[in-house]
């Protein structure tokens, strides 16, 4: 909350004024009845000198004015003169001058600033009328904004800015992470000398954050989030959070949820769940590396290496192990379930258990790194295309013709040859790897925002062929997205944050199934292949009918 104040010539004009307007009340009663004296005056003498000239005109007599009719015409002037003076000035009065109008913004001011402060400060808090009667207390720390520097942050900003205190030790030193946040930024922006102003600091909850999300906070992005569908998907509904600033992008999508639910709804088949996590180690030999990789892949050898591996989590479960050699380094995929979690940090402690290991019997082994890029996590790779990685989705629906026609506006045959063209021989022009559709990553990057994924995964996550056909005599068209590596969990990094948080539990996925582990990770992993159904459908048909570029126009062009 925020006190006010009125100065002294405000509250002087606001005086002067409305005593200025109980003054020209009773001056307005006082020429009501000078009005009603002249109204019956001004009509009487133009009475008389009409039947006085009309009957003169009949009887042909001359024009000339006796004392009555030469008196009646003065009166008839003074009338005139008076009504003329009158009504211009009311005239004149209804004409706004530059010092009215000053005096109508500054009352207009003073009730602003009652009602509602004039402060740029992103906290709103909502005032009731008791509060508003209460006299402001001294303290307002429980709607804390941050707009001025105090007197001991000053200290901290110079401590920073100097090099005396690093940035990064605020959180533990001040043991208060927003006020970190504000003496971080204040002291980068005296540092660059740009100014942070549009980047918001209030309203976020920087506790969350600390040790686990983003380092050396000074502020928050604002992506707004959009909601497509509901879209049935295996019997059920499920509305589709996707956070963007792309327009028509949740339009697309939407109205590919749209035709899906028209002709029965989506099916959705897991194929696998695994993640995978792949260190490099070299040997002195080719062959010596090899004798580990013939060990590794050994099933007798795969029940010790697993109960080593699994001591790690109670949910990471080991899978399978895969190995590559070039020359004598040996490249080792170890793959596992992780439950509701995406799972690298699962994984990788799971690899660390093997690795400690195996240097018993191989002490020779020299450990390079965790991560050899065989995994391969953020990067566009064969490996993931084909063996997949995280969730492995098919999601395919039938949609019906006469649906084609009147929500795609297109028809099968168009949609069948553009799919052909542009998805999988386009694509193969291209050199695509995992590329083979028209926009995959669009909707893979939206949900993933908009549900505290890890969103540099969309890199392999948005991997996928999207497969049109002719169905039922070619009436019908079904459509099919394959998508081998969704890297999704509901759990851990991004999810707990508030506003992540609220998406999952839109669409019932939210934390850990303590009933089956990993089923909401899983589900997820369907919605999102769901979601990429919905806009790859919906794009192909704008782009069948020649409507691309109209709709973009329309959504996606500001008219600010």
């Known amino acids: 909350m925020k006190s006010f104040a009125v100065t002294d010539d405000q509250f002087l004009k606001t005086t002067d004024k409305k005593v200025v307007m109980e003054d020209s009340t009773k001056a307005s009663n006082a020429f009501s009845l000078f009005n009603a004296v002249f109204f019956t005056f001004f009509f009487s003498v133009i009475s008389y000198l009409f039947v006085t000239f009309r009957e003169k005109i009949h009887t042909a007599t001359p024009l000339y004015l006796t004392l009555s009719e030469m008196a009646a015409v003065v009166c008839f002037v003074a009338s005139f003169v008076y009504f ?101 930024r204040q002291a980068l922006e005296r540092i660059t000398g740009r100014s942070l102003e549009g980047l918001p600091l209030d309203g976020f909850d920087y506790e969350s954050i600390l040790g686990q999300c983003c380092e050396m906070p000074v502020g928050y992005v604002q992506i707004p989030v959009g909601i497509a569908g509901p879209l049935m998907l295996d019997g059920m509904e499920f509305s589709l959070p996707m956070a963007t600033t792309e327009g028509c992008l949740v339009a697309s999508t939407n109205r590919g949820c749209k035709a899906i639910n028209a002709s029965g709804g989506a099916t959705s088949i897991l194929l696998k769940d695994g993640m995978t996590r792949a260190p490099v180690v070299r040997f002195a030999t080719a062959k010596r590396a090899s004798e580990l990789k013939f060990f590794l892949e050994e099933p007798l050898n795969f029940q010790t290496l697993a109960s080593v591996f699994n001591r790690s989590s109670r949910f990471g479960r080991l899978q399978t192990i895969q190995c590559a050699m070039a020359g004598k380094n040996l490249y080792m995929r170890f793959t596992c379930s992780t439950g509701d979690a995406m799972g690298m940090n699962m994984v990788s402690k799971g690899v660390q258990n093997v690795l400690d290991y195996l240097q018993a019997d191989f002490p020779d082994m020299d450990i390079i790194g965790i991560s050899g890029n065989y995994c391969s996590d953020k990067k566009p790779a064969a490996v993931n295309w084909i063996e997949g990685r995280g969730k492995s989705v098919v999601c395919e629906a039938i949609i019906k013709e006469e649906v084609v026609k009147k929500v795609l506006k297109t028809d099968v045959a168009s949609l069948v040859e553009l799919n052909m063209l542009k998805n999988l021989t386009g694509s193969a022009m291209a050199g695509a790897l995992g590329g083979f559709n028209a926009h995959a990553s669009n909707i893979v990057s939206a949900v993933y925002l908009a549900t505290g994924q890890d969103p540099a995964q969309n890199v392999e996550s948005s991997h996928c062929i999207t497969m049109m056909e002719a169905v039922n005599g070619g009436r019908d068209l079904h459509v099919s997205v394959t998508m081998p590596s969704i890297e999704v969990g509901t759990v851990g990094g991004g999810t707990q944050l508030a506003s992540q948080s609220a998406c999952l539990n839109l669409l019932g996925v939210k934390g850990a199934n303590k009933a089956s582990a990993g089923s909401n990770a899983r589900q997820l992993a369907k919605v999102v292949a769901g979601s990429v159904l919905a806009g790859e459908l919906s794009l192909m048909s704008a782009i069948a009918a020649g409507q691309l570029v109209k709709s973009h126009m329309k959504y996606n062009r500001s008219n600010k």
């Open 84 to 184: 003329l003076g009158f009504f211009g000035m009311n005239f004149l009065q209804s004409v706004p001058f530059p010092e009215e109008e000053e005096d109508d913004e500054v009352e207009e001011a003073i009730v602003k600033d009652i009602i509602q402060p004039t402060n740029s400060t992103s906290c709103v808090t909502k005032i009731s009328d008791q509060e508003f009667l209460t006299p402001l207390p001294k303290s307002t720390a429980a709607v804390e904004c941050y707009t001025t520097i105090k007197e001991d942050d000053e200290e901290v900003i110079q401590a920073v800015v100097t090099g005396k205190t690093p940035s990064y030790s605020l959180e533990s030193k001040l043991g208060d992470c927003k006020r970190a946040a504000f003496i971080r």
